[in-house]
C-alpha cells in the first residue's frame, strides 16, 4: 500500500494547487500551512512539525519521520471598505468595498532516503492578491480587479550533518498569472464605461536554503532564506465597451510584456520548551519588497508597439516581521496554539497606495488546536484576525486620465485554515 500511496499523491498536490487574496503585508501569503496560523507563523524556521517544514526550512524535514506528507488550505476574507473625501474623478463615482473571499491551498512531502538523507516536495502559492471593486467606483480608472496567482513547486534536500546541525536546498520554479481589469479613462462617459483588461503570464526559477540548529533538546534555532524570482511576463491588453472600437483604432488593444522580480525572504526563527506543558516561539523576518519600485507595461504590437501603456508607480519598501507564539499541550492528543506578529506595509505613504493594494501595517492574533487521534496522524485547525491600521490614500494620476482618489479605507482579514498531516 505504501509504493501505491505516493505516485497518486502527487498528482493531487499540483492539482489544487493555486493561489488567494494576500494575507501578509503587501501581496505576499504566508499561510503555507494551517499549522503555524494559530502560533502567527512564529518559529516558522524551526519548528519542523510536519512535511511543511519543506516551504519554510528545507533543513526540518531531518526532524520528520521516515515519510510525511501533509495537506491543507486557509480561507482569507478580506475587506478593503473605502470612503472618498476629496476625489476627482470625472464621471466616476460611489464608494465600494475590494475585499474578496479566496482559498490557498498546499500539499508537501518528504522522504527519508537513509539517517542522514531526505528529500522532498512542496506546492503551494508564495504570492497572491485578489481586490474587485464595483465597475463604476471613484478609483474604477485606477483599478477595478487586480488578480495576482502564483504556482510554486519546490523540490528540496536535507542532510543531517551531525546531532546538532542540519542543512537543506531547495529549487524554486513558479508560474504567474496577472489580471488587471480598470476603466479606460475618467473624462468621458464612454471612456469611463469601457473597460481596460491586461493580462500578463510567466514563469521563473529560484531557490531557498535554510539550516536548523539544535542546541538542546529543548531548543532549536532555524534560518532560511528564499531568493528572488524575475519574471519576464507577456500578455495582451483588450478593450471591452462603448468607445472599444474607437480605442483600438489608435492601438491601445495590443500584445504587451512587463518584468518584475518578485523579493526575496529572510528568517530567523526559534523555538523553546519551558516544560512538558508549554512551549514559546519566535520569529523575525525581512522582505526585500524594494525590488518592486515600479512595474512599466509595454506594448508589443500594433500602432503604438515599444510605448509604456501603464507603469505602477508601487515605490515599494523592504520590510520586517516580527512574531511571538506559545503551545500548550493540553494532553497526548491536543495541543492548543497561541500567536500575536506585528507586519509592516511595503506601502511607503498615500501618494503611492495603489486601489489594488490598499495596504497598510497590520497585527496578526491568532489562535489554533492540533489533535493527534494516533501516532501517525495530525489534524490542525486555525485562525486569525487582522487588525490593520486604518490606510489613506491619496493617489493623484489624472494627467493619465485616471483621475485622483483621496479618501481612506477601512481594512480588515479573516483567516482560517486546516490541515491533515499523516506519517507512513
Known amino acids: 500500500m505504501q509504493k501505491n500511496l505516493t505516485p497518486r499523491l502527487i498528482p493531487a498536490f499540483i492539482a489544487i494547487a493555486f493561489s488567494g487574496s494576500a494575507a501578509a503585508a503587501g501581496f505576499q501569503l504566508l499561510e503555507q500551512n494551517a499549522s503555524g496560523l494559530g502560533n502567527a507563523y512564529a518559529g516558522s524556521a524551526a519548528v519542523a512539525e510536519n512535511a511543511s517544514t519543506v516551504f519554510y526550512n528545507p533543513a526540518g524535514m531531518t526532524q520528520l519521520q521516515d515519510r510525511e506528507f501533509s495537506l491543507g488550505a486557509t480561507v482569507i476574507n478580506t475587506s478593503y471598505e473605502f470612503n472618498n473625501s476629496a476625489s476627482s474623478t470625472g464621471y466616476l463615482s460611489g464608494n465600494s468595498n475590494g475585499g474578496v473571499t479566496a482559498v490557498v491551498p498546499n500539499a508537501y512531502l518528504s522522504w527519508r532516503l537513509n539517517k542522514d538523507i531526505y528529500v522532498g516536495l512542496g506546492i503551494g502559492a508564495p504570492f497572491g492578491l485578489s481586490t474587485e471593486y464595483d465597475n463604476n467606483w471613484y478609483g474604477a480608472a485606477q483599478s477595478v ?10 523540490p528540496s534536500i536535507a542532510w543531517r550533518a551531525n546531532e546538532w546541525l542540519s542543512l537543506g536546498l531547495g529549487v524554486d520554479y513558479q508560474t504567474l498569472n496577472a489580471e488587471y481589469v480598470r476603466a479606460a479613462a475618467v473624462i468621458s462617459p464612454a471612456l ?17 536554503a535554510g539550516a536548523l540548529f539544535t542546541l538542546s533538546p529543548a531548543t532549536k ?6 531568493s528572488t524570482m524575475n519574471f519576464h511576463l507577456d500578455g495582451d491588453i483588450s478593450l471591452n465597451g462603448p468607445a472599444a472600437a474607437g480605442l483600438g483604432a489608435t492601438g491601445a488593444a495590443s500584445n504587451t510584456r512587463a518584468d518584475v522580480k518578485l523579493p526575496d525572504t529572510f528568517i530567523v526563527s526559534a523555538t523553546h520548551k519551558l516544560n512538558e506543558r508549554w512551549e514559546l516561539l519566535g520569529d523575525v523576518s525581512w522582505t526585500g519588497w524594494s525590488s518592486i519600485p515600479k512595474i512599466d507595461v509595454i506594448r508589443t504590437s500594433g500602432l503604438q508597439n515599444g510605448v509604456t501603456a501603464q507603469t505602477l ?5 523592504d520590510t520586517w516581521r516580527v512574531a511571538l507564539g506559545s503551545n500548550y499541550q493540553l494532553n497526548d492528543a491536543w495541543k492548543l496554539k497561541f500567536g500575536i506578529a506585528y507586519d509592516q506595509t511595503p506601502v511607503k505613504g498615500p501618494s503611492t497606495r495603489l486601489v489594488s493594494l490598499p495596504d497598510n501595517d497590520r497585527t496578526w492574533f491568532t489562535l489554533g488546536a492540533q489533535w493527534k487521534p494516533n501516532k501517525t496522524s495530525t489534524f490542525d485547525l486555525g485562525m486569525a ?3 490593520v491600521k486604518d490606510p489613506e490614500i491619496n493617489n493623484n494620476q489624472a494627467l493619465a486620465g485616471r483621475g485622483l482618489v483621496a479618501g481612506s479605507y477601512q481594512d480588515r482579514a479573516l483567516l482560517f485554515g486546516a490541515q491533515y498531516s499523516m506519517a507512513f
Open 192 to 208: 469611463a464605461a469601457t473597460q481596460a483588461t491586461l493580462n500578463l503570464d510567466g514563469d521563473a526559477w529560484g531557490w531557498n
Open 221 to 226: 534555532i532555524g534560518v532560511s532564506y528564499r
Open 313 to 317: 508607480d508601487t515605490e515599494f519598501r
Open 145 to 154: 480587479k487586480f488578480d495576482i496567482q502564483t504556482i510554486n513547486i519546490n
Open 385 to 387: 484576525y487582522l487588525y
